[in-house]
Every structure is written in C-alpha cells, then in structure tokens.
C-alpha cells in the first residue's frame, strides 16, 4: 500500500497536472488528494469517455493528464480511446481500477464479467497496462514506464489498480461554489434540502400502490429501498451507472397498465443526460421520473457533482417533460407520488447526504431480483 501523496509527488515530478475521471471507492484517497491539492486540477467528468476527451484535450495544449475511473465505466471509454487518442497521438496516463479481479477481493455480482476481462479488453484496444505500484519503490519504474511508452508511441497506458493500493484520504470541506444560471431560466428550484434519502424514499413507499414498479438508481438509493421495505415490485439497479431512466421507459413501454417509478440520483443521471430528450419526446404517460439531488457521488467517498450548477427541472422541460416540479419536502413527495394524473413528470427532489453506518446489501442476487420482479408482472396482455 502506498499513499496517494507519493504518487501524485511522482507524477508532477514528471509533468503531470491535471486529473479528471468518475469516482470509484478504490480510487477515493487518490481523487481526495488531487481535490485537495492547491496546485493540481481535478475535472469531475459526468462520464469516463468524457473525462478521456478532457485529458486528450489537455495533453494537446501541453499539459499532460492523468485519467482515473472504475474498470466498469471502461466501455463507455472506449469510443475516445479508439478514435480520439488513438487516431491523433494523444498519449494519456490511465488509472483504471480492477473490480472483480480474478483471485482478489471479492467484489459485487456487476464487476465480475468486467473483471474477468479488463486486461484483454485494454490489449484489443492496443493500451498496453501494467500494475499500478502498490509499494513506494515501485512508483518511479512504473511511472518511467509508463512515460517512456507514451513519449515514443504518442498513445496511452494503463495502470490497473487492485483494492487496497493506496491508503485512505479524507476530503477537505470546502464552501460550495455559487450557483451559475442563465437569467430567467425555465424553473428555478428550491436548493434547500430539508430531509435525507431514506426519509424521501420512506415517502415513496409510503404512497406506491399494487399497480406501481419501481426502479432505484444503483448506488445507496436502491440499498436504502430494499432495507426500507424489500418488495417484489422493485428493481435495484447495479453497475450501468446512469441506464436506470432508460430501463424505466421500456418498462414503461412494455406494460402501460403500470405504473413505473425510477428513482434517479444527479451523478447518474449527469452521467447519460441525454435520456432526458428521449424520454421528452417519447412521454409514456405512465412513468414518474424522480431525481435525487445531494450534490455528490456519496457512495464513492463524497466526490461532489455539477448539480449545484444544473436546473434538472429548466432541463427536463427542454427536453420535452410535460411537467418537472422540485420537492423537497417528504410529505409533499408522497402526495406527488400518489397523484395518478396521467402523463410524464419529473421531481427534482434536494436530499441531505448521509447514509446509516450499518447499511445492510441486499440478500437476493440481481438475477433473483429480476425473475421476482417477471413474476410479479406476470404474462403480458
């Protein structure tokens, strides 16, 4: 194990000054530090193959750049990797993190496929990839290494980091940043978040009825609604951060005598915002579309997201929602979601971070989570 410092010391020794990438537990110390330092540049991208376009970008105007993001976001890096750095030269550091690894720590069921497979998937992409150091003597050959390739290939490389590479990292509080809109925007949303995520999905549940499907972003939000209350008309998302809206509306699509409620979370719904046009000109009249709003990626250690700068509501109507409401208030969210007025709508629901220490799994597998869900649906009509 080594501390996050001695890398990052390393890496700027050798150019490198600025990091961008999505949260993952593994990397958490590592983006900490970066966020914390006074003379680095940490970009908190929506996406893993934006966040390979911002380094991309940064290395062409001469500042070399360090990407950091989990192994399962790899895919949607792969576009920019095989036709913006590869077709232009534009050499990147990668840190990517290796949930599921085979013989190492175990992980949860959504890494494992991606875990069998992450060093291939980078050789077919021609990144060659090393271990990242997990002692301080190891860090200077790793980053030579890694270095050399780059300045005589003009291509990235990968350092694949295990659990437990680098010790923890406590994140700086800092004041939030003053919100920027656009004068005169469509919605104006309360920010004042007056009740945490279990309260509003307590709300939630409280209000669903026999007809009602609900489908929870990955992440705290469907661990805190199957310790609420596990029930068979539930789904829990894992990994396919931000997919939890698009999996809504063909839900939604294939059985119109339901209704389907997906419970969102900001960083996931940043991630794939485009669902928004999608679902806007598709308008399933029964889907209620529900965002909760903490302002940061909190089950990954608390990384901030760019919400506190977004008007999801301003954006939901843009896209062609009916109607988008803020709700910050538990009571006010059961009465919305009780309210069965057909047509599309999306709540902008302000949430206070936090989550019990003793925050239980869920105890059925996804698989047995789905098959439950198919037979609670029963044949369609």
Not at 118 to 141: C, D, V
Not at 200 to 225: K, N, S
Request: net charge neutral.
């Amino acid at each position: 194990m080594i501390e996050a410092g001695e890398f990052i010391a390393a890496a700027t020794a050798r150019g490198f000054g600025l990091y961008t990438g999505v949260p993952c537990s593994y990397l958490t110390p590592f983006i900490n530090h970066v966020i914390n330092s006074p003379t680095l540049r940490y970009v908190g991208a929506v996406n893993e193959g934006d966040a390979v376009a911002v380094a991309a970008g940064a290395e062409l105007g001469g500042l070399p750049a360090v990407v950091m993001f989990q192994n399962s976001g790899l895919g949607n890096a792969v576009n920019p990797l095989t036709s913006l750095t590869w077709t232009f030269h534009l050499p990147v550091l990668l840190i990517v993190t290796w949930r599921g690894e085979p013989g190492g720590a175990a992980d949860e069921p959504q890494h494992e496929l991606m875990g069998r497979i992450t060093p291939q998937l980078l050789e077919l992409m021609g990144i060659p990839w090393a271990p990242f150091p997990s002692t301080s003597e190891a860090i200077g050959p790793a980053l030579d290494r890694a270095c050399g390739y780059m300045r005589r290939e003009g291509r990235p490389f990968a350092l694949v980091m295990s659990k437990g590479a680098v010790a923890a990292t406590d994140l700086e509080p800092r004041p939030p940043q003053p919100l920027q809109r656009w004068p005169g925007g469509a919605v104006e949303p309360e920010r004042f978040a007056k009740a945490s995520r279990q309260r509003m999905l307590g709300a939630i549940q409280m209000a669903l009825r026999a007809e009602d499907l609900v489908v929870a972003t990955t992440g705290y939000t469907g661990r805190e609604l199957c310790a609420l209350d596990d029930r068979a008309c539930q789904l829990y998302m894992v990994g396919s951060m931000g997919c939890a809206a698009s999996l809504g509306l063909g839900l939604a699509i294939a059985r119109p005598e339901k209704r389907v409620i997906v419970v969102d979370g900001d960083g996931a719904l940043l991630m794939r915002l485009g669902v928004l046009a999608t679902l806007g000109v598709e308008r399933p009249a029964n889907l209620l579309h529900i965002v909760f709003d903490n302002g940061m990626h909190e089950s990954t250690g608390g990384q901030a997201t760019v919400s506190p700068n977004v008007d999801l509501a301003a954006l939901a109507v843009a896209a062609g929602y009916p109607r988008a409401l803020v709700v910050s208030d538990p009571d006010e969210l059961r009465e919305y979601v009780d309210w069965r007025a057909p047509g599309l709508r999306l709540l902008h629901v302000p949430i206070r971070p936090g989550v019990a220490a003793d925050l239980p799994r869920p105890r059925t597998t996804p698989a047995e989570v789905a098959a439950r869900l198919r037979q609670h649906l029963g044949p369609r009509s």
